[in-house]
């Protein structure tokens, strides 16, 4: 029996995501069943897109460094050991092969435990943590093996050992379930119920989908809005406040 089968067996269980950007991940674990209770996300942007999309999430809107495990369960309305999942993609342009790779010497690499953090002071039934191909190679694999240890040290909350069991990390690509993108991402998958998780099997598509294929019968766009017109103005800025 895989781990998905195991975790979301209704359809009120309720996911922190972390680095939650415009929503884009959150989607797919909404469509397997899941609820997201809260989000955190630096960029006042994709606040904002999160908040249009959908008025009632709780959303907070600052830096994980400077929210705490209490505050994240508190938005939710959750308690700790309550949340079925922690999600969430750290910034990876440390990591990424296109970037400068300055790995864990940059401040955006060392959010990857920060992410640890709120898994450890939340205790989440599981989490899903996505990242970019490089991060397994950086620095010989220092950065994974830190990370990998960090996620696998007991917890002592309540008088109860708590201990989470790392799914063998796994780079995945898009192409492969049905996106029409070439997209590899490393996948680490962690429970603490003693679970064995299985990654999906790629999917068959042949041929594989094309971007024509998902979005060529969509209208010719209008204008651009005042809206959208604004926020491309502060994209310049944000890629370098935010690293996106």
């Given at each position: 029996?895989?781990?998905?089968?195991?975790?979301?067996?209704?359809?009120?269980?309720?996911?922190?995501?972390?680095?939650?950007?415009?929503?884009?991940?959150?989607?797919?674990?909404?469509?397997?069943?899941?609820?997201?209770?809260?989000?955190?996300?630096?960029?006042?942007?994709?606040?904002?897109?999160?908040?249009?999309?959908?008025?009632?999430?709780?959303?907070?809107?600052?830096?994980?460094?400077?929210?705490?495990?209490?505050?994240?369960?508190?938005?939710?309305?959750?308690?700790?050991?309550?949340?079925?999942?922690?999600?969430?993609?750290?910034?990876?342009?440390?990591?990424?092969?296109?970037?400068?790779?300055?790995?864990?010497?940059?401040?955006?690499?060392?959010?990857?435990?920060?992410?640890?953090?709120?898994?450890?002071?939340?205790?989440?039934?599981?989490?899903?943590?996505?990242?970019?191909?490089?991060?397994?190679?950086?620095?010989?694999?220092?950065?994974?093996?830190?990370?990998?240890?960090?996620?696998?040290?007991?917890?002592?909350?309540?008088?109860?050992?708590?201990?989470?069991?790392?799914?063998?990390?796994?780079?995945?690509?898009?192409?492969?379930?049905?996106?029409?993108q070439n997209r590899e991402?490393?996948?680490?998958?962690?429970?603490?119920?003693?679970?064995?998780?299985?990654?999906?099997?790629?999917?068959?598509?042949?041929?594989?989908?094309t971007v024509w294929d998902?979005?060529?019968?969509?209208?010719?766009?209008?204008?651009?809005?005042?809206?959208?017109?604004?926020?491309?103005?502060?994209?310049?800025?944000?890629?370098?406040?935010?690293?996106?």
């Amino acid at each position: 029996m895989t781990q998905s089968k195991i975790i979301h067996n209704t359809n009120s269980q309720k996911v922190i995501s972390l680095f939650s950007g415009a929503g884009g991940l959150d989607i797919g674990f909404e469509e397997a069943g899941f609820q997201i209770a809260v989000c955190v996300e630096v960029d006042p942007s994709c606040c904002e897109t999160l908040h249009a999309n959908k008025p009632k999430l709780s959303i907070i809107n600052k830096s994980i460094v400077d929210v705490t495990g209490q505050e994240v369960l508190d938005a939710a309305g959750l308690k700790v050991c309550e949340a079925a999942l922690v999600i969430g993609g750290p910034p990876c342009q440390s990591f990424s092969l296109a970037g400068l790779r300055k790995g864990l010497d940059d401040e955006r690499g060392r959010l990857l435990f920060e992410y640890v953090r709120i898994v450890r002071e939340t205790l989440p039934k599981g989490f899903v943590l996505e990242n970019v191909k490089g991060l397994t190679n950086w620095d010989h694999g220092r950065a994974m093996q830190l990370l990998i240890d960090e996620l696998g040290k007991p917890i002592e909350y309540g008088g109860t050992e708590y201990h989470y069991t790392i799914s063998t990390p796994q780079v995945l690509n898009a192409v492969d379930y049905g996106v029409p993108q070439n997209r590899e991402r490393l996948i680490i998958v962690g429970n603490r119920m003693g679970k064995h998780f299985f990654y999906p099997a790629p999917h068959v598509f042949e041929p594989k989908k094309t971007v024509w294929d998902a979005i060529g019968n969509l209208p010719k766009p209008e204008d651009p809005s005042e809206t959208a017109q604004r926020v491309a103005g502060t994209i310049k800025e944000r890629r370098k406040k935010y690293g996106y």
